[in-house]
Structures are given as structure tokens and as C-alpha cells.
């Protein structure tokens, strides 16, 4: 028989359709050296047992206990890891303010290693507790702390994509919070790109360097072409907000005489490993063309409540053939779990659907179509994150990371109501969606190995 790394049995859920998510039932999972999963055996195969007999009594047998599941790790596309120092508060005003009051300032401070050290430990550790094992990351205009971010994610495991900021224009960012020149952001985002590729080396579950332009009112149109052009030159990630709110949508449009959609596209930033925050005014053109880019879409639900003044028409955008996955936007939206932002973009899309002002009548009040289901949040917090990252992680299939959470969902201070021995997988599904605490989430695994437990 092959040797196996690590063999898993348990129960697991993992999206067999955007819609559809697939129960499977005491299986096996084989994980090899490289941490992915070899071989998948349901109970009726006749080498399970055979398995089951060989790794009984081996260190490297995990079998879940009653009432445990596994479930895919969550990828975060939105993390502002700066923000994380300010979360739960300032959502008081509008975007343009919340960035020059509160935002810039608290960034500004990543200028200090230790600072950023503090900050930036803690918070990969609190994504990793959430269940989060892949996380898409804004740094800041800091070339070292950037990296240092990526280094504390190769260090504690986490998947990490990480971008060094880019704000150059003089006339739109202010003096103490910007890059020095275009010349010194390009130089600068160079540098990262190729010290990140060294580090990831020396990891196993992966960092990447992404080129990150903050937004196109932060950037000069140089700046935006070379980035382009960077990351074509490296064949790296690209990712920035788009079409987010009223103010940011009516800029882009005077400044670029079109949707930022098109303006990103001629500035050559719109491609397979793309990935853009928020997009909820996206016109049908702008999102044929990312469905045609492969650019994929970072849906932020919780923090589009405070800072994109509208809903996000997530299940027409997805109807379009985008891929789509899910962002905590730490700290536009208050809360680093994924859990969180899957509930609300069921909850946002239905009151879409319905309308939310009780003056007008029922026909007039929503726009139809809109509601998306908790699986289809789970499918996009999952499978639907790893396919927008061109990365193989978010489903428990064979040749898939292992980047697993399990979910005990009968502990002394947070069990779920499950009264029935019997009650339907799905069901249970349905609770963990919606009712895991951190305390439920007891052990998190990367690339087959154990990074959080509890
Ligand atoms: N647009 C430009 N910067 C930001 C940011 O930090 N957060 C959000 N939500 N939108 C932005
Ligand atoms: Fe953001």
C-alpha cells in the first residue's frame, strides 16, 4: 500500500456546484508529503478498510469524534492587514473621509517594524482561528513591513498573497502617506515582488507577491501602466477596489472618461489572477469583460453596508460568469471571519431582492433574482475563492491542498442545536454556516499541516 503523510476520517462538506454542496460521509482522506490530498475513499470501497487496518494505531491517523466535521478552509480575497488595528470602529462617513480620517493616519504607522510586527502577528493568528486558511492581503506603502507581513504568514503557515500598497500621486494622497515618486513605487513594488518569490521558497503551503495599485483615484496613469506591465513581467497576482462606491465610480468616470472596468483594462491590470474588490456598480460591459479577463471579483458584503452606498447585485454579477469569492475588507467591514461575510451576503442579497423602503409597493420595492443561498456563500468562501486565485484550495477533492477546519459542533460553551441523532447532514451544515463561534473551530490545517488548534 502507498505510504501516506497523514489519513484523515470523518465526515467533511465540500461545494459540488455553485449551488449544490456535496455530504461526504465518513470518508478517508490520504495527504501526501506535499500536504495535498492524494486519494479520497468512500466506505464502500473495498481499500478502506485496508487503510483503516494499516494506520489504525499510527501517529499520523486522525479520526473525528461525534459531532466533528471538516470543512474547507475559508479564503479571505479582501484583508487590509493595517486596518486590523482599527477594526470596529470608524464607520462614522463616507469612504473618501474614512480614508483621510481614520485610515491613512493608522497606515501611515506601518513605517515602524515593530508596530507593524505587533499588528500583523496577531491579526494572521485571529484568520487563522476564523478558519481562514487563505488569505489575499493589503499591506501598506511600506516595502519592509510588507514583506514582513509575508513573512509572518510563511512563518504561522498561512497561505498568504501579499501587496506592497501603491498610492504616487501627490495630488491625491497626502504628503505623510504615499510613495516618494511613481519611479520609487515601481522600483519598490519590484523589489517586494521578487523578495517574496525568494521567501516562498522556503515555505510549503505557498506566499505570493501581488501588485496591488490601492485604487485608480491613489495612482498616476504611470504608475498603473507599470504595475501592468510588472505584473505581466512576473506572471504575478493583481488586485485593487473597483467600481466600490458613488464618489470612487464618479471619479474614475470624469478622470477616465470611462468605468473602472475599462480604465484597468487599458492600464493592462485585468487578467486571469486578477482580483477586484467591492465592483458593485458594474455595468453588463464592465462584467462581460472581466468574465472575459478571468478577473475575478472580491465580494465584500459587511463592509459594502458602510462605505459602497448600494448592495452589491452579487447573483446577477455570478449569473455573468465571473468568478466570484468572498472579502472581510478588514476594517471596511468590522469582522475578520469569513463566517460573518457569507451570512450577511445571504442576508444583503435578500433584502436586495425585497427592497428595503416599506413606502413603495411590493413590485417596485426590489430588484428580482437577487437572493443567493447559504450554499452558494459557502461556494464562494471556498471553491469559488481558489478558483479566483488560480490556486488549487477550497474543495476536499483529490489534488487539492488540504486546508481543512474542523468543526466540533458540541462543546460546553458554544454547542450548536442539534437535537436529533439523525437530523440531515445538510441541515447541520446549515447550522455551522450560520452559528460557528471561533470556540467550534478546533483545529486548522494548511497544506497537511496544523497551524491553529484549540
Ligand atoms: N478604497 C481605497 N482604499 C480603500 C480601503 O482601504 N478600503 C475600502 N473599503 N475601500 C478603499
Ligand atoms: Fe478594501
Known amino acids: ?53 494499516a494506520y489504525l494505531n ?52 506601518f513605517s515602524d517594524l515593530q508596530f507593524a510586527e505587533t499588528v500583523y502577528r496577531d491579526l494572521v493568528s485571529h484568520l487563522l482561528a476564523n478558519g481562514t486558511t487563505t488569505v489575499l492581503y493589503f499591506a501598506s506603502v511600506h516595502k519592509e513591513s510588507s514583506l514582513l507581513l509575508a513573512e509572518i504568514c510563511a512563518k504561522k503557515g498561512q ?21 516618494e515618486s511613481t519611479e520609487a513605487a515601481l522600483k519598490d513594488t519590484e523589489e517586494f515582488i521578487m523578495a517574496v ?51 470612487e465610480h464618479s471619479y474614475v468616470k470624469e478622470r477616465c472618461g470611462k468605468n473602472d472596468a475599462f480604465a484597468l483594462h487599458d492600464f493592462g491590470l485585468l487578467r486571469d489572477k486578477s482580483v477586484m474588490a467591492h465592483c458593485s456598480f458594474l ?23 458602510y462605505l459602497a452606498n448600494g448592495v452589491t447585485p452579487i447573483a446577477h454579477l455570478h449569473s455573468k460568469g465571473i468568478d466570484i469569492g468572498l472579502g472581510t475588507d478588514v476594517s471596511g ?10 451570512k450577511q451576503a445571504v442576508i444583503s ?50 489534488n487539492y491542498a488540504w486546508d481543512v477546519q474542523i468543526i466540533h459542533t458540541s462543546i460546553d460553551t458554544a454547542t450548536l442545536p442539534i437535537f436529533n441523532e439523525e437530523e440531515d447532514l445538510l441541515d447541520v451544515f446549515q447550522k455551522i454556516m450560520y452559528l460557528t463561534r471561533p470556540e467550534n473551530i478546533r483545529e486548522v490545517w494548511v497544506q497537511g499541516e496544523l497551524v491553529h488548534s484549540r
Open 283 to 305: 455595468s453588463d460591459d464592465d462584467a462581460e469583460l472581466f468574465a472575459k479577463t478571468g478577473t475575478a471579483i472580491g465580494h465584500c458584503p459587511l463592509s459594502n453596508a
Open 197 to 247: 518569490k525568494e521567501l516562498a521558497k522556503t515555505t510549503k503551503q505557498g506566499v505570493y507577491p501581488v501588485v496591488t495599485p490601492r485604487f485608480i483615484p491613489s495612482c498616476t496613469d504611470e504608475a498603473l501602466i507599470g504595475l501592468g506591465e510588472l505584473a505581466s513581467k512576473y506572471d504575478t497576482h493583481i488586485q485593487s477596489h473597483c467600481s466600490e462606491g458613488d464618489w
Open 58 to 109: 499510527k501517529d499520523n491517523f486522525h479520526r473525528l469524534s461525534k459531532g466533528q466535521f471538516f470543512l474547507p478552509g475559508f479564503i479571505d480575497l479582501h484583508v487590509h492587514a493595517p486596518q486590523w488595528a482599527q477594526s470596529g470602529t470608524a464607520l462614522d462617513i463616507p469612504l473618501n473621509d474614512w480614508l483621510n480620517t481614520y485610515t491613512f493616519p493608522l497606515e501611515s504607522k
Open 159 to 179: 497561505r498568504g498573497l501579499v501587496g506592497k500598497v501603491v498610492m504616487d500621486d501627490p495630488n491625491l494622497n497626502p504628503d505623510y502617506y504615499r510613495d
Open 349 to 398: 442579497s435578500r433584502m436586495l431582492e425585497d427592497g428595503v423602503n416599506t413606502y413603495l409597493p411590493t413590485e417596485e420595492r426590489g430588484v428580482p433574482n437577487s437572493r443567493i443561498t447559504i450554499n452558494e456563500a459557502f461556494f464562494f468562501a471556498t471553491a469559488g475563492g481558489g478558483e479566483s486565485l488560480s490556486l488549487p484550495v477550497g474543495r476536499l477533492q483529490e
Open 333 to 342: 467591514g468590522f469582522s475578520p471571519s469569513i463566517y460573518d461575510n457569507a
Open 1 to 53: 500500500m502507498k505510504e501516506y503523510a497523514q489519513v484523515f476520517q470523518g465526515t467533511a462538506f465540500t461545494s459540488k456546484s455553485p449551488k449544490e454542496v456535496q455530504v461526504l460521509q465518513n470518508y478517508l482522506f490520504c495527504i501526501n508529503e506535499g500536504g495535498l490530498i492524494e486519494k479520497t475513499v468512500s466506505p464502500e470501497e473495498p481499500e478502506y478498510q485496508e487503510i483503516i487496518e
